[in-house]
């Protein structure tokens, strides 16, 4: 009998969601390499090589033997182009707690994709990889991931104090969290 997939590819009404592989490199160093983009990413430098998105990709490459993953957004309507990114990571097997993060190139941002993308890695998170909380931690600033979390369920907990040293500085973020059992009642 074969074993689940904790991390199996995705589809929504307009996306598909698979793992990161090599061809997604040039994809990922533009994505990452976009100060529009990362603006509130304050975990990490804009990326200024494309080794880093090399290294991106060999990281989050294997997901099913290491724990973690990134899943590629693309586009159904435009012909499977890549828009985004979505995936867990910190996975506490024994308390079963991970956290989610995501980022959308900007062309895209207000139509919808991201909450789609999230409802379906949610689900999967919870019945896949058998999550009982999903952490998300927003930079104070970042009101649009903000209103999205919480308008798919997330309760904000509150500000996690120098949450990242970036360029010389320590950031907030806001807490946020969402168990299964609130997802099941939505």
């Known amino acids: 009998m074969k074993e689940q997939k904790r991390f199996p590819d995705l589809e929504t009404e307009r996306l598909t969601l698979r793992n990161v592989s090599n061809k997604d490199i040039d994809f990922i160093f533009q994505l990452f390499s976009n100060q529009k983009v990362c603006e509130y990413l304050y975990d990490e430098e804009l990326y200024t090589e494309r080794k880093?998105?090399?290294?991106?990709v060999e990281w989050n490459s294997n997901p099913e033997e290491k724990g973690y993953?990134?899943?590629?957004?693309?586009?159904?309507?435009?012909?499977y182009r890549q828009i985004g990114t979505c995936g867990y990571d910190y996975w506490d097997r024994t308390n079963n707690i991970?956290?989610?993060?995501?980022?959308?190139?900007?062309?895209?941002?207000?139509?919808?994709?991201?909450?789609e993308a999230l409802i379906v890695a949610i689900e999967s998170g919870f019945n896949n990889m058998g999550l009982n909380r999903i952490n998300a931690y927003v930079a104070l600033?970042?009101?649009?991931?903000?209103?999205?979390?919480?308008?798919?369920?997330?309760?904000?907990?509150?500000?996690?104090?120098?949450?990242?040293?970036?360029?010389?500085?320590?950031?907030?973020?806001?807490?946020?969290?969402?168990l299964k059992r609130e997802w099941n009642q939505l």
């Open 52 to 56: 880093e998105a090399i290294e991106f």
């Open 69 to 79: 993953n990134r899943w590629v957004l693309t586009a159904k309507n435009d012909h």
């Open 98 to 115: 991970a956290e989610i993060g995501y980022d959308l190139w900007h062309e895209y941002w207000g139509q919808g994709y991201m909450r």
């Open 141 to 178: 600033e970042n009101t649009k991931s903000i209103k999205l979390l919480e308008r798919i369920g997330f309760t904000n907990e509150g500000i996690y104090r120098d949450k990242h040293l970036f360029r010389g500085k320590y950031y907030d973020h806001y807490s946020f969290s969402l």
